[in-house]
């Protein structure tokens, strides 16, 4: 159920990866803990296969993109939270 989003089918693929694993989630990682991130990774993962399933029926996207778009607002709301606790951590 979850072998899906290892799949990688180009250069280019897994180039873009790559690049968005080191820029977000890699610093996510470390404000999260790896435990959450793996959680947070794999439910994505499974919600953008379905929702691809659900919105393109003869073409489903079987592949990381899925779960790279699906956890962007993840890495959004996480780094947005993350810098309004040190605004006003900084404040006191």
């Known amino acids: 159920m979850v072998d899906h989003m290892c799949v990688i089918c180009s250069i280019l693929q897994l180039l873009l990866s790559v690049i968005f694993q080191l820029l977000f989630m890699r610093d996510l990682e470390k404000l999260l803990g790896w435990l959450r991130i793996c959680i947070i990774y794999v439910i994505?993962?499974?919600?953008?296969?379905?929702?691809?399933?659900?919105?393109?029926?003869?073409?489903?996207?079987?592949?990381?993109?899925?779960?790279?778009?699906?956890?962007?607002?993840?890495?959004?709301?996480?780094?947005?939270?993350?810098?309004?606790?040190?605004?006003?951590?900084?404040?006191?």
């Open 44 to 92: 994505c993962g499974i919600a953008g296969s379905l929702g691809s399933a659900i919105f393109i029926p003869y073409h489903v996207e079987v592949s990381s993109y899925a779960l790279e778009c699906s956890c962007t607002p993840a890495v959004s709301i996480t780094s947005n939270l993350a810098v309004l606790l040190s605004q006003n951590l900084s404040s006191l």
